[in-house]
């Protein structure tokens, strides 16, 4: 299933970046190191489910960071970077989609992120609060 918000993150991104036939070229409305945190950031957030799924997401997150009680909690969900990561340092607080397969539109949560001898990783990773449903349109003529 494609998702709309999906495609239309890859449209601007592919607009702020460009393409041309010897590889990618950075527009000047998109620093480098903006694309370069965004890639970083993406594939960390890639790595969440499956280690979740091992039941070990301490080594995705930084030294003290808020490390999850239950990284079970987290393998029944899938996530992806909402936004281009615009903020400069050693730390983010960036837009993260996260979305439960057949449960339609994703859910929103900010995540901060912290760069660690040169390398990102997690510091808080909330999971949406309370239950999590489906809406179910229930309008009858």
Do not use: H
């Amino acid at each position: 299933m494609i998702r709309i918000r999906n495609v239309l993150m890859t449209l601007a991104v592919t607009a702020l970046v460009g393409c041309n036939p010897t590889g990618p070229a950075i527009a000047s409305q998109v620093p480098k190191e903006v694309v370069e945190r965004s890639k970083a950031l993406d594939e960390l957030v890639g790595k969440v489910k499956p280690a979740a799924e091992r039941g070990d997401l301490a080594p995705l997150f930084a030294a003290g960071g808020k490390v999850p009680k239950n990284p079970q909690d987290y393998a029944r969900y899938s996530f992806s970077l909402g936004q281009l990561p615009m903020s400069d340092g050693d730390e983010c607080k960036v837009n993260v989609e996260i979305e439960m397969p057949n449960m339609g539109d994703p859910f929103d949560a900010t995540w901060t992120f912290k760069r660690e001898n040169g390398e990102w990783r997690l510091f808080d990773a909330p999971l949406p609060k309370g239950s999590v449903r489906r809406e179910v349109n229930t309008d009858r003529d």
